[in-house]
């Protein structure tokens, strides 16, 4: 499926109408430097889009993790958890963050998609 971005350099990708799959993206990981700790979002507490979600700590600094869109927080990737590190080794794949039941899908439209992105993180 098709991954949006966000400008806190967020990763969002749909899987199904109303459920999606969020991580930090290659360049945000890239900043940051070696991942060492994440702090997840609570399972079943529900954000509004642009919410602090979670906390990503790295060698270099510290960052918060931003709700994408609206949604309720339905899985953390406890992989994640224990291994801070698959932030930078798969950040798009086993290195997500968490999963979201989207309160409104029309956010979704709004986000940048790669070309975009690309642009936005050449430019950041």
Same mark, same amino acid.
């Given at each position: 499926?098709?991954?949006?971005?966000? !400008?806190?350099?967020?990763?969002?990708?749909?899987?199904?109408? !109303?459920?999606?799959?969020?991580?930090?993206?290659?360049?945000?990981?890239?900043?940051?430097?070696? %991942?060492?700790?994440?702090?997840?979002?609570?399972?079943?507490? &529900? =954000?509004?889009?642009?919410? %602090?979600?979670?906390?990503?700590? &790295?060698?270099? @600094?510290?960052?918060? %993790?931003?709700?994408?869109? @609206?949604?309720?927080?339905?899985?953390?990737?406890?992989?994640?958890?224990?291994?801070?590190?698959?932030?930078?080794?798969?950040?798009?794949?086993?290195?997500?963050?968490?999963?979201?039941?989207?309160?409104?899908? @029309?956010?979704?439209?709004?986000?940048?998609?790669?070309?975009? =992105?690309?642009?936005?993180? !050449?430019?950041?």
């Amino acid at each position: 499926m098709t991954i949006k971005y966000t !400008q806190d350099h967020e990763w969002i990708r749909l899987e199904g109408q !109303q459920a999606a799959v969020v991580g930090i993206t290659l360049h945000a990981q890239g900043a940051l430097g070696d %991942v060492v700790f994440v702090e997840l979002p609570e399972v079943a507490r &529900s =954000y509004a889009k642009g919410d %602090v979600a979670g906390v990503v700590e &790295s060698v270099k @600094a510290a960052a918060d %993790v931003y709700m994408p869109l @609206a949604g309720e927080v339905v899985e953390v990737n406890e992989a994640l958890r224990a291994d801070p590190s698959l932030a930078n080794s798969d950040p798009l794949g086993g290195g997500w963050f968490f999963r979201i039941r989207i309160t409104d899908p @029309a956010e979704y439209d709004a986000l940048m998609d790669e070309p975009a =992105y690309a642009q936005f993180a !050449q430019n950041a």
